[in-house]
């Protein structure tokens, strides 16, 4: 009797504070988890900001191409072919940010429906617990049994997420983010030979002879300018190129990281609790099954 009354105290005690804790984090484990979601999440998106820059810059020049060739500056054509692969690339890389921004906003949001989904289960489950335990046959045996495995298993798929953050930043850490950082400084470093390009313009239209003195003007004073810049441009084009792919591969491989290789390990070891707990045959690996439709 006094054994049942200490634990039915210690639940009651715990299923009220789970009900009525304001927030329902563990310090330890979420505050770092939550540093892990903003940082991540703004790294990713200040590096495609530096995409959509780059970006922006090729637009300009490309655009402004078709502006210069009546002037008569026939190199203007070269520029836009230059820039193509360029263009290209920060496409792909800009789609692939835009993924991984999105993988952690669910992450973060699943993460975060968790912090205040499992305090609410867990205190129904010990209010059941503890009502239960007042009975004395083997029915509700086996539902405290049932709902002891159910507690078990709505902690280890709270802490799954912090975890699973937590391993992620860890790798994130230690090999991708100083890469990451590199060859986003150098990206942005490039991208200056651009912003150079993108601000020339056409002569301002004043009649006829003076836009031949215009553009007579502009030609003397910029060809010099432009054909640096140029030059430049095509001798750091490889760097940005190189740059944008080292990008790409980096994302690709957090985005492998955090959206397939952590959640199969983590379905894994919450399968494999599951079926330990509950005696169950949960399949590990969900197997495509060709139904062969007979006529």
């Not at 191409?65 to 190199?75: H, K, Q, R, S």
Request: aromatic share 10%; proline share 3%; with cysteine.
């Amino acid at each position: 009797m006094l054994k049942k009354i200490i634990i039915s105290a210690l639940g009651l005690i715990v299923a009220l504070f789970l009900l009525f804790t304001p927030s329902g984090k563990i310090s330890f484990i979420d505050v770092p988890t939550d540093n892990y979601f903003k940082e991540s999440i703004s790294k990713a998106g200040i590096a495609y900001a530096s995409c959509r820059v780059v970006n922006a810059s090729v637009s300009v020049i490309q655009n402004s191409t078709l502006e210069l060739e009546p002037a008569g500056v026939g190199v203007s054509l070269a520029v836009g072919q230059i820039l193509d692969p360029i263009d290209d690339m920060t496409e792909r890389l800009s789609d692939i940010l835009v993924t991984a921004i999105v993988s952690l906003g669910v992450q973060k949001l699943a993460y975060e429906m968790s912090i205040w989904f499992a305090p609410f289960l867990l205190a129904v489950l010990l209010l059941t617990y503890v009502l239960f335990i007042w009975f004395r046959n083997n029915k509700t045996k086996a539902l405290q049994q049932q709902i002891l495995r159910l507690i078990f298993l709505v902690i280890a798929l709270r802490l799954c997420l912090p975890f699973s953050s937590l391993v992620n930043d860890m790798v994130n850490k230690h090999f991708f983010e100083e890469r990451i950082e590199t060859a986003n400084a150098a990206l942005n470093t490039g991208s200056a030979e651009l912003d150079k390009l993108s601000e020339f313009s056409m002569p301002e239209v004043d009649g006829f002879i003076g836009t031949i003195e215009n553009s007579a003007h502009f030609l003397a004073q910029k060809a010099k300018e432009f054909k640096k810049a140029l030059s430049k441009l095509s001798e750091n084009m490889g760097s940005l190129i190189d740059n944008m792919l080292r990008l790409t591969f980096l994302y690709v491989g957090l985005f492998i990281i955090q959206v397939i290789v952590l959640p199969i390990l983590s379905f894994w070891a919450i399968t494999k609790l599951a079926n330990g707990l509950f005696k169950s045959n949960i399949p590990m690996l969900i197997k495509h099954r060709e139904l062969n439709s007979k006529e």
